[in-house]
């Protein structure tokens, strides 16, 4: 069983940032990341970071969301820049513990949402 404890979101400006966190306890993770779904919109992947360093982000949002990684407080942080309206959305922390030999997902666990909200 793992626990997730998101926070971060909130209402900015166009152009402005946030920063979502995402803490993680119980059993043992090796991918952490972020999806998001906007009103209507299927979820999507934002960013995830598997084994503490390898990323992989979505095209709308590469180089301004930053993803990272804290293993000594077990934290995956998402450091959004440059945020425009679009970017509007439910953002949800995504962790999972991947099999290293078989690339099988064995057990992943969903956070409850935070809503960032960007203003023209």
């Known amino acids: 069983q793992v626990q997730l404890v998101e926070s971060g979101g909130g209402l900015v400006q166009a152009g402005g940032s946030l920063r979502l966190s995402c803490a993680a306890s119980g059993s043992s993770i090796n991918a952490m990341g972020w999806y998001r779904q906007a009103p209507g919109k299927q979820r999507e992947l934002v960013a995830r970071i598997i084994s503490g360093d390898s990323t992989n982000y979505a095209d709308s949002v590469k180089g301004r969301f930053t993803i990272s990684r804290d293993n000594t407080k077990n934290t995956v942080y998402l450091q959004m820049n440059s945020l425009k309206p679009e970017d509007t959305a439910v953002y949800y922390c995504?962790?999972?513990?991947?099999?290293?030999?078989?690339?099988?997902?064995?057990?992943?666990?969903w956070g409850q949402g935070t809503q960032v909200t960007v203003s023209s």
């Open positions: 995504h962790v999972a513990y991947i099999d290293p030999i078989f690339g099988s997902t064995r057990y992943s666990y």
